[in-house]
């Protein structure tokens, strides 16, 4: 399997469940990123893992709660979410050296909150 | 910080060109890139321009000028399947991407 996998694709989830989001990446990159996605906004980054530690956490709420075991491997885990956090939520994987920062983007999963 | 601006939508004819244009505000500018997505798929990396001047790739070209903060994309010979959002993208110093809003192109026969 190659590029950057998420799962699931889509999940529907009430305002009290807990979910985890999963994103793997198989290109030996060693940053990962999490990226909402919603309807007419930018992309708006998330967090950020580089060589797995996170480097950036842009003043997400902390119903979200990013998780990096290992290079490869990325999860974002769910909690009490709200109606307005329905969106695509995208991973990325990047290899950061010299001043090519490429992305390469997983296929999101498309989540809904009820 | 940076601020990405872009056209919000477009519309051109199959066969025809289209330009789309980005312009950035940016300390400590490090390259720009070009992403195209379509409708529920992720974004998909186009090009990248860190020097002035116009990158050609196939139907597909990208220029910058650093001076004037602006970059366009290029595209020739429409097709249908060219009707998607296409991301204008600034890398500042050693921070992450900034995203702006996209350009929805629709490719109409």
């Known amino acids: 399997e190659t590029g950057v996998t998420q799962t699931p694709r889509h999940l529907v989830m009430g305002m009290t469940n807990k979910k985890s989001l999963k994103c793997e990446q198989h290109?030996?990159?060693?940053?990962m990123y999490w990226y909402k996605q919603s309807a007419k906004k930018p992309l708006e980054l998330m967090f950020v893992?580089?060589?797995?530690?996170?480097?950036e956490n842009n003043s997400v709420p902390s119903r979200f709660s990013p998780e990096c075991p290992n290079s490869s491997h990325l999860f974002l885990h769910l909690h009490t979410l709200q109606p307005e956090d329905s969106a695509l939520y995208l991973c990325?994987?990047?290899?950061?050296?010299?001043?090519?920062?490429?992305?390469?983007f997983g296929p999101g999963t498309r989540l809904t909150v009820t | 910080g940076q601020n990405i601006d872009q056209p919000t939508e477009m519309t051109a004819t199959e066969g025809a060109i289209v330009q789309i244009n980005c312009t950035y505000q940016?300390?400590?500018?490090?390259?720009l890139f070009w992403y195209q997505q379509h409708a529920g798929e992720a974004p998909t990396f186009l090009s990248y321009?860190?020097?002035?001047g116009l990158e050609e790739k196939g139907r597909f070209s990208s220029f910058l000028s650093r001076s004037k903060g602006y970059s366009y994309l290029l595209l020739k010979e429409l097709q249908m399947k060219d009707s998607a959002s296409y991301l204008c993208?600034?890398?500042?110093?050693?921070?992450?991407?900034?995203f702006g809003k996209g350009t929805r192109l629709s490719v109409i026969a």
């Open positions: 993208a600034g890398l500042s110093g050693n921070t992450p991407l900034v």
């Open positions: 990325a994987s990047s290899q950061e050296e010299g001043n090519s920062y490429e992305q390469y």
């Open positions: 321009n860190v020097l002035d």
């Open positions: 290109l030996g990159h060693n940053a």
């Open positions: 940016t300390s400590g500018f490090n390259g």
């Open positions: 893992y580089s060589l797995e530690e996170r480097v």
